[in-house]
């Protein structure tokens, strides 16, 4: 079987016993989502970079990008929370499947060469 599938599958697994402890289902807004991530990456001393709604796979979901640690050592997050509320999702950029991943890199990337112009 592909470990890919079996990842999968486990995350899914999770995801829906995840969704069956919050009760009250409801929409998330940007705010919510900003509020929890903030404090995901303050746990762990990480910067986000950046955030935005996106369909995936027909279902809304905010997707922020953010980085832990600096130079050579930084690692990329992808930190995912579908728009109709659930589990907040944390994967390394590497890993995940997600589009925007291959975003976040470039982005950090280029605000480098910002900081380094101004």
Same mark, same amino acid.
Request: glycine share 12%; aromatic share 4%; proline share 3%.
């Given at each position: 079987?592909? @470990?890919?599938? +079996? +990842?999968?599958?486990?995350?899914?697994?999770?995801?829906?016993?995840?969704? +069956?402890?919050?009760? +009250?289902?409801?929409? &998330?807004?940007?705010?919510? $989502? !900003?509020? /929890?991530? =903030? =404090? @995901?990456?303050? @746990?762990?001393?990480?910067?986000?970079? $950046?955030?935005?709604?996106?369909?995936?796979?027909?279902?809304?979901?905010? /997707?922020?990008?953010?980085?832990?640690?600096?130079?050579?050592?930084?690692? $990329?997050?992808?930190?995912?929370?579908? *728009? /109709?509320?659930?589990?907040?999702? /944390?994967?390394?950029?590497?890993?995940? *499947?997600?589009? &925007?991943? =291959?975003?976040?890199? @470039?982005?950090?990337?280029?605000?480098? !060469?910002?900081?380094?112009?101004?």
């Amino acid at each position: 079987m592909d @470990a890919q599938l +079996d +990842d999968k599958a486990l995350e899914n697994t999770l995801a829906e016993s995840l969704a +069956d402890l919050v009760p +009250d289902a409801k929409t &998330v807004s940007e705010d919510e $989502f !900003v509020e /929890v991530v =903030g =404090g @995901a990456l303050e @746990a762990v001393g990480g910067t986000l970079l $950046f955030k935005m709604c996106v369909q995936n796979e027909g279902e809304g979901q905010h /997707v922020a990008a953010a980085c832990v640690g600096d130079g050579g050592n930084r690692q $990329f997050l992808l930190l995912t929370l579908p *728009t /109709v509320g659930g589990a907040l999702k /944390v994967e390394t950029a590497s890993r995940s *499947t997600n589009p &925007v991943a =291959g975003i976040a890199a @470039a982005y950090a990337g280029l605000m480098d !060469v910002f900081k380094t112009a101004a």
